[in-house]
Structure formats: C-alpha cells, structure tokens
C-alpha cells in the first residue's frame, strides 16, 4: 500500500471516529434531557433540577437540585439519595460533584472584614469562618500555627451564641486583633477589648449563609474548594498544593 493510501485509509478512521463520537454525544444528551423532563414532571414544583448528567454506572444518572446532588435511574421513576464511590480509585464521586457545585470566587470574598494573619512569605491562601466559642475551631488554629508560607484570613462569624458574638467583637475592637485572637483561641485569655467599635460581624453571618456555612470551622482555598471541621493538617497541605 502506497503513503498516500495509507494517509487517505487514516484519514478516514478519523472521520469515522469522529462521526461516531458526535453520535454517541447526541444520544447521550438526548437520553440526559429525556431524564431531566420526565423527573421534573414528577417533581413538580418541590424542586427544581438544574442538571442531569450521566455517570459511570450504566443506566444511573446524577440529578444536581441547586447544588444538591442525588441520582436518577434512565426511566426516571427512581430517585436515590447517597454516596456514589469508585472502590478502585477510592475517590467519592458524590463529594466531589458536591465540592464543584459550591465552590466560591475568591476574589469575591470581602477580605478587608477578616482578621490577616501572615506566616512566612504568605504565598498560600486560606480563608476560614470561625466561632471564637467553637471547640472544633481552636482545635483547627493550633493546626494553623504548623502551617508556613501562608495568609489567613478569619471572618468572625458567632453562630454558637450571645457570648460568641461578644467575644468577637471584643476582639475585633482591641488594638491588635491578631493577639487578640491568638491570646483566646491558643491560651484561653478573655478577650479585653471594649467591643464598641463599628464590626463585619452581621456582613461575616450574612455571608456564611449566602456560602452554605452552616457550623464553624469551614475553610476556603483560592481555587474556591472548600473544607468543614477541624481538618488534619495533611489534607490543609494538599489542599494548599
């Protein structure tokens, strides 16, 4: 066979290829638009379904309600409720759609209504919500002081209690929040502030809803992921990688 057959026999795999995938895709999308209709009738007005895709698993689709995430069968008769993991790759496949769907913009976060801390050159990002009376996140600050080349940012944000709100804005009031801050999260040393200055405190609460903050501690990364809990410092660090 001549290169010139053997180009043109190429060439035309290719083409046929292609054609295949663009079918393929074109069923694929109709079988996932034929889902999300027939789902939605069922459903009414309970809930609206923002996406339906496929998944690994033959015949499942994932069915994203707001940033929700639950699975369909293909006659959209069954809706189920649960984890999806692939046992091969130990990755969760549910937490990790979950993950993307609530992932923020950094560069909208108010960062001016944060207390900055800045250990070595800062390079690394991180902004967390916390309740100066939350357990969890004097437990997650400790973890902090083992972190280097890093900025944090932490919005004040009392959702435990009448007390936590006046912790927090003793602390933001004193002359040096960080002190401040580090003296009662790491030594348990009352704030002395007077808390009579202007605070973020209803800005920082209000954002912690509009964000799906429900409990303190709840990290954020620049690539807008996010963590909740006390998390160990090694997944902080891969996170930050």
């Known amino acids: 066979m001549s290169f010139v057959s053997k180009l043109h026999c190429q060439m035309m795999a290719i083409a046929l290829a292609s054609l295949l995938g663009a079918n393929f895709a074109q069923a694929q999308n109709a ?26 698993i033959n015949g499942l689709y994932e069915v994203t309600i707001g940033n929700d995430v639950v699975y369909a069968d293909a006659s959209a008769r069954y809706l189920v409720q ?9 990755v969760n ?5 979950s993950h993307d769907l609530n992932r923020i913009k950094w ?7 944060a207390i900055k801390v800045v250990r070595g050159k800062g390079t690394r990002q991180i902004a967390v919500f916390a309740d100066p009376n939350c357990g969890f996140c004097k437990k997650l600050e400790k973890t902090f002081q083992q972190l280097d080349n890093v900025t944090i940012y932490t919005f004040l944000a009392p ?16 002359s040096d929040k960080v002190k401040s801050w580090n003296a009662w999260m790491l030594d348990n040393q009352t704030p002395s502030g007077q808390g009579d200055c202007a605070t973020p405190l209803e800005r920082n609460t209000a954002l912690a809803r509009k964000l799906g903050v429900t409990g303190t501690p709840a990290m954020f990364f620049a690539d807008g992921s996010r963590i909740s809990g006390a ?4 997944n902080i660090e891969k996170k930050l990688k």
Do not use: F, Y
């Open 93 to 97: 496949l549910t937490e990790q759609r």
């Open 231 to 234: 998390a160990p410092l090694a």
């Open 107 to 113: 560069s909208e976060l108010p960062l001016n209504d």
């Open 82 to 90: 649960g984890e999806v993991i692939d046992l091969k790759t130990g």
């Open 159 to 174: 959702l435990l209690s009448q007390d936590s709100a006046v912790k927090s804005k003793q602390i933001w009031c004193s």
């Open 31 to 56: 079988n996932e638009q034929k889902v999300k209709t027939e789902l939605q009738k069922q459903l009414g007005d309970r809930a609206k379904i923002s996406t339906v895709r496929t998944t690994p």
